[in-house]
């Protein structure tokens, strides 16, 4: 791809994150009109909103077009598309609430977390194993609302366990930062 082209190009990983969250409002009427425990337009169109999230990540580091805007919009679509669909799968009496909770728990402590550090100057990235949660969690949801094939709950579950393993994961680094960070300022 020639660079002017590229340049061209930079607005549109922005663009499928605001999409994303723009589809929202469909996903959640979709789920409304639901007349079982799954509803297979729901999860389709839950598959490809989430699809845009692997999309609009490469698109933007092949583009150079990383920005500020995406680094902070993107997770919260995300959390919010998985926020929807979890609250859709309790709802729709496709799961109990526990392991749904759970992960709703975590991302919102996350996305608090996320912003007081970097309201505190440090600044915390993903790491491949919260991506690796981030797209189980999502397929897990997805294929919970297409199916209720016991094997998903299984799979369901290990995202939830990941979900908790990986937020573990992130307190650690956090409490690290922040002790790197008020140790250089003792010195």
């Given at each position: ?30 789920l ?12 389709w ?64 402590a ?11 100057g ?9 991506k ?12 919970a ?18 979900s ?10 956090a ?5 790197g960070?008020?140790s250089?300022?003792?010195?």
């Open positions: 791809m020639s660079p002017h082209t590229a340049s061209r190009l930079r607005w549109l990983p922005n663009a499928l994150t605001v999409a994303r969250l723009l589809a929202l409002p469909l996903i959640i009427w979709m409304t009109q639901a007349s079982g425990r799954t509803d297979a337009l729901a999860a169109t839950f598959a490809a909103v989430a699809i845009t999230d692997f999309i609009d990540g490469r698109l933007a580091r092949a583009l150079h077009a990383e920005t500020t805007f995406g680094r902070l919009a993107d997770p919260f679509a995300d959390r919010m598309l998985v926020a929807v669909g979890l609250i859709g799968l309790i709802a729709l009496d496709r799961m109990g609430p526990v392991g749904p909770l759970v992960v709703l728990i975590r991302d919102a996350l996305v608090l977390g996320v912003v007081l550090m970097r309201n505190s440090i600044d915390l990235r993903v790491d491949m194993a919260g690796i949660s981030s797209f189980l969690v999502m397929a897990a949801v997805g294929l609302l297409l199916s209720t094939a016991e094997w998903i709950d299984v799979v369901f579950w290990i995202a939830v366990i990941l908790v393993a990986t937020f573990v994961n992130y307190v650690r680094l409490a690290k930062a922040l002790r960070r008020g250089s300022t003792q010195t």
